[in-house]
Each structure stands twice: as structure tokens, then as C-alpha cells.
């Protein structure tokens, strides 16, 4: 009877399994559907969701038209920019086992704004074509000096890279201080950039960053198996055929190119890639695949509503959607607290 009993077990916790992620499916899509259609309705001049529906299908007047349309590149931005957040988090959650990690533990925000604030200082430039390309540059060059250093000696850990991301931004962050206060022309470039924000963007941005992000992501999907072993433990994985060193090290450099993809596009952004990472575990489990795939339909949910909030808040100007995620964010760094302290 308990023999029985055991195997049916079996297809009832799979058949369990696969309901609750085709139901988080539907929720995440609908849910990412409502924050597209609310980013093109809401801005200084609303339109209805029936203006927005026929504009889409080739309709509405022209000035109609051209409100919609000017906001499908931040739009577009806020899908990309959300969904490199949101895995890069779940990459570093899932590396270094700690529930708090996000990308810019890596110092990748603090050398991509150490990179604007030296070309605009030093070389003169300008724009934010130029602005991209630096911070870009400076976000993946922070990356790499993380990696050497944190990797010197060999045998280097999460830990170490995480140390090692810290002193780096601590060094970055005086650098940029000294600059910024002594050039006016930089500060006011500076403050501009430092708070996230997906308006005054144009398609540009979206494909100067696109190949990175598509890298990373692949390469995201592509170590998800890897990571779900680690979970067991590094001697476990081991056992099973899986290099935790080479997943590890892979799934750093993925996530150094996500964050580095999000913050040369739209500024540095906090908390999505901390609280993404925790709902979505709450609702699909601790599998890295359904993790990395929920996280990339999630991520760009939330900054979207977090873009429209703030465009709401304070109509007609609006208030940059790195201000609005901050204060999403802070409930769900207390619930990761929370559960540190209960696992604990």
C-alpha cells in the first residue's frame, strides 16, 4: 500500500509542478501585456487603450499617432532594460548563494558612470550616442579588472569577486566625487545619468546594446542546468559532471554583460535585479531554468509600471523610474532580510 502509494506520487507532483508554472506563465504574460499597453497610454497628454489599439493597427490621427509612437522606444528599452536587470540578479543570487547579490556588487554602475564622468571631463564628450559607448566600455572594463582581481592567486571565489567589486566601486565612486565637484559642465552631465531613467532615449540606445544583451542572455539559459546542480553543492555537482569554477566564471561574465548592457542604455537602475529574482522564486520554485525564463518576463514588467508611476506622479513632468524602483524595491530587500534571518 505505502509502495503504491510512493509511485503515484511520482506524475501527481509533476502534473502539480507543471500547473503551477503554466499559471504563473499566464499571470507574468498578462501582466507584461498590461505594463506595454499602460507605457504607450500614459505621459503628459493620455490616450485610451482604443486611440493606442488603432494606432498599432495603422489607424488614429496623426497627432495621435505620433504621442503613441514616441513612446515605443522607452517602451523598448524598459523590455530589454528590465529583463538584463532581472537575470543578471538571478545569476548572481544563484553564483555566490547570497539572497542579497545584485549586479552592481560587481561594480559595474560604478564603473560605468567612472567612464562618462572621465570622457566627459577629459575628452570632451558629449551626447548620449557617446554617452552609451562609455559607459558601455567602462561597465565591461570594470567587469574584467573584477574578474582578474578577484581571481588572482587562483582559487578565487564569489566572495572575492564580490569584495573585490566593492573596493573597486568604492575607488570609482571617490574618483567620480573629485571630478564631478570640480567641473561643473561634468556634474551636470553627471546627475543627469546617475538616476536611471528610460525618457530621452531613442531606438539608437536599444541597438547599440542589443548584442551584448542577447550574449548574455544565451549564455544566462545556457548555465541554467549548471547552476541548479551547484544548488546541491559544489562537491555534488562535481560528482554529477558539472566544472562549478567554469559555471561560476561563465555565469559572472553573463552577468557582468546584461548589467553592463541595462546601464550603458538607461542609467543605473536598483532593486530589480534584487526583488525580481525573489517573487519569481516565490512562484515557480528554486529551478534556475524557470527562474531565468519568469525573471525575463517579470524584470520588464516591473520597470514598465515603476515607468508609468512615475509618469503619472508628477504629470506633466515625471519622475526618472530609477527614483520609483528604489522605493519598490526597499519592501523587497526587507523581505530578503527577513528570510536570511529565518533561514539562519
Same mark, same amino acid.
Given at each position: 500500500?505505502?509502495?503504491?502509494?510512493?509511485?503515484?506520487?511520482?506524475?501527481?507532483?509533476?502534473?502539480?509542478?507543471?500547473?503551477?508554472?503554466?499559471?504563473?506563465?499566464?499571470?507574468?504574460?498578462?501582466?507584461?501585456?498590461?505594463?506595454?499597453?499602460?507605457?504607450?497610454?500614459?505621459?503628459?497628454?493620455?490616450?485610451?487603450?482604443?486611440?493606442?489599439?488603432?494606432?498599432?493597427? +495603422?489607424?488614429?490621427?496623426?497627432?495621435?499617432?505620433?504621442?503613441?509612437?514616441?513612446?515605443?522606444?522607452?517602451?523598448?528599452?524598459?523590455?530589454?532594460?528590465?529583463?538584463?536587470?532581472?537575470?543578471?540578479?538571478?545569476?548572481?543570487?544563484?553564483?555566490?548563494?547570497?539572497?542579497? !547579490?545584485?549586479?552592481?556588487?560587481?561594480?559595474?554602475?560604478?564603473?560605468? *558612470?567612472?567612464?562618462?564622468?572621465?570622457?566627459? !571631463?577629459?575628452? +570632451?564628450?558629449?551626447?548620449?550616442?557617446?554617452?552609451?559607448?562609455?559607459?558601455?566600455?567602462?561597465?565591461?572594463?570594470?567587469?574584467?579588472?573584477?574578474?582578474?582581481?578577484?581571481?588572482?592567486?587562483? #582559487?578565487?571565489?564569489?566572495?572575492?569577486?564580490? &569584495?573585490?567589486?566593492?573596493?573597486? *566601486?568604492?575607488?570609482?565612486?571617490?574618483?567620480?566625487?573629485?571630478?564631478?565637484? *570640480?567641473?561643473?559642465?561634468?556634474?551636470?552631465?553627471?546627475?543627469?545619468?546617475?538616476?536611471?531613467?528610460? #525618457?530621452?532615449?531613442?531606438?539608437?540606445?536599444?541597438?547599440?546594446?542589443?548584442?551584448? !544583451?542577447?550574449?548574455?542572455?544565451?549564455?544566462?539559459?545556457?548555465?541554467?542546468?549548471?547552476?541548479?546542480?551547484?544548488?546541491?553543492?559544489?562537491?555534488? !555537482?562535481?560528482?554529477?559532471?558539472?566544472?562549478?569554477?567554469?559555471?561560476? +566564471?561563465?555565469?559572472?561574465?553573463?552577468?557582468?554583460?546584461?548589467?553592463?548592457?541595462?546601464?550603458?542604455?538607461?542609467?543605473?537602475?536598483?532593486?530589480?535585479?534584487?526583488?525580481?529574482?525573489?517573487?519569481?522564486?516565490?512562484?515557480?520554485?528554486?529551478?534556475?531554468?524557470?527562474?531565468?525564463?519568469?525573471? *525575463?518576463?517579470?524584470?520588464?514588467?516591473?520597470?514598465?509600471?515603476?515607468?508609468?508611476?512615475?509618469?503619472?506622479?508628477?504629470?506633466?513632468?515625471?519622475?526618472?523610474?530609477?527614483?520609483?524602483?528604489?522605493?519598490?524595491?526597499?519592501?523587497? &530587500?526587507?523581505?530578503?532580510?527577513?528570510?536570511?534571518?529565518?533561514?539562519?
Amino acid at each position: 500500500m505505502t509502495t503504491l502509494s510512493r509511485i503515484g506520487q511520482g506524475p501527481a507532483v509533476v502534473r502539480r509542478g507543471l500547473a503551477r508554472h503554466v499559471m504563473a506563465a499566464v499571470l507574468c504574460l498578462v501582466l507584461l501585456a498590461l505594463a506595454l499597453l499602460a507605457s504607450v497610454m500614459f505621459g503628459s497628454k493620455p490616450t485610451s487603450a482604443g486611440e493606442v489599439l488603432r494606432v498599432v493597427t +495603422g489607424g488614429g490621427d496623426e497627432y495621435t499617432r505620433t504621442v503613441v509612437e514616441s513612446r515605443y522606444p522607452r517602451t523598448v528599452l524598459g523590455v530589454l532594460a528590465g529583463l538584463c536587470l532581472a537575470v543578471a540578479g538571478t545569476l548572481m543570487q544563484g553564483i555566490t548563494r547570497n539572497p542579497l !547579490a545584485e549586479p552592481g556588487l560587481l561594480g559595474i554602475n560604478a564603473g560605468a *558612470s567612472a567612464a562618462i564622468v572621465a570622457a566627459t !571631463a577629459f575628452l +570632451g564628450a558629449s551626447g548620449q550616442q557617446q554617452t552609451i559607448w562609455w559607459a558601455l566600455a567602462g561597465a565591461l572594463a570594470t567587469g574584467v579588472v573584477v574578474h582578474l582581481v578577484g581571481t588572482a592567486g587562483g #582559487g578565487g571565489g564569489p566572495v572575492r569577486l564580490v &569584495l573585490a567589486g566593492a573596493v573597486l *566601486s568604492a575607488v570609482l565612486a571617490a574618483f567620480i566625487q573629485a571630478v564631478a565637484l *570640480s567641473k561643473p559642465q561634468v556634474f551636470d552631465t553627471y546627475r543627469y545619468w546617475v538616476v536611471g531613467a528610460l #525618457g530621452g532615449r531613442g531606438f539608437d540606445a536599444f541597438w547599440a546594446v542589443l548584442p551584448f !544583451a542577447a550574449v548574455g542572455f544565451v549564455l544566462a539559459l545556457l548555465l541554467a542546468p549548471g547552476l541548479n546542480a551547484m544548488a546541491m553543492g559544489d562537491d555534488k !555537482a562535481a560528482s554529477l559532471g558539472i566544472s562549478p569554477a567554469r559555471v561560476k +566564471g561563465a555565469g559572472l561574465l553573463a552577468a557582468t554583460l546584461l548589467a553592463a548592457a541595462a546601464t550603458a542604455a538607461v542609467g543605473p537602475i536598483a532593486f530589480v535585479g534584487l526583488a525580481v529574482p525573489h517573487v519569481v522564486r516565490a512562484l515557480v520554485g528554486a529551478d534556475f531554468r524557470a527562474q531565468i525564463l519568469f525573471t *525575463s518576463l517579470a524584470g520588464p514588467t516591473l520597470l514598465l509600471f515603476a515607468d508609468v508611476i512615475g509618469r503619472i506622479l508628477l504629470r506633466p513632468q515625471e519622475l526618472m523610474v530609477g527614483v520609483v524602483t528604489a522605493f519598490v524595491g526597499a519592501p523587497a &530587500l526587507l523581505f530578503a532580510v527577513r528570510r536570511m534571518r529565518g533561514a539562519g
